[in-house]
């Protein structure tokens, strides 16, 4: 039988608590997670594609089904690229619903195949968003209860993923 692999897509910039209880959770459904980390040069983000990866990696070391990608490219077709039609994405509050659903149509309307699974973040981390943890960082303010612990030391803007 066919593993059943989702896809999880997201900038993060950086990965937040929310962020990691999503996969968590979807580990715990699928055989397997990859998480595909979009290089979104038009969102212009706080961190390199490449700090962003190994700040997943780093957030992500205990679990044992995830698998960290970049891209580029259509969503659909990196689900191609990996052979799964799986796409799950968290939902906070009724305006990233709306957002979602009409990525999630489009999404269909490219390959009729795909499926987006919805997970909503445990409580404590429903208001968590990167957006948040960036204006925080920006100002000097302490993200630590927003984001894993394994990634703090990175967080600095001009700290190198080499730094660890």
Not at 13 to 31: M, Q, S, V
Not at 51 to 77: G, M, P, Q, Y
Not at 123 to 142: E, K, M, Q, W, Y
């Amino acid at each position: 039988m066919k593993e059943k692999i989702a896809l999880y897509p997201g900038t993060f910039d950086p990965i937040t608590n929310g962020h990691l209880d999503i996969i968590e959770r979807a580990g715990k459904i699928f055989d397997g997670v990859i998480v595909a980390v979009a290089e979104s040069s038009a969102k212009k983000p706080m961190f390199s594609l490449q700090k962003r990866k190994k700040l997943i990696e780093l957030a992500t070391v205990h679990c044992k089904n995830i698998k960290i990608v970049s891209f580029d490219n259509l969503l659909v077709d990196l689900a191609k690229e990996v052979d799964t039609n799986i796409i799950v994405r968290g939902l906070r509050a009724v305006s990233d619903f709306e957002y979602e659903l009409q990525m999630g149509y489009a999404n269909a309307s490219l390959d009729p195949n795909i499926e987006t699974i919805y997970l909503m973040p445990n409580l404590p981390n429903a208001f968590i968003s990167s957006s948040v943890v960036r204006t925080i960082l920006n100002h000097g303010g302490d993200v630590s209860h927003l984001v894993p612990k394994a990634i703090l030391p990175l967080l600095d803007k001009d700290s190198d993923v080499l730094d660890i």
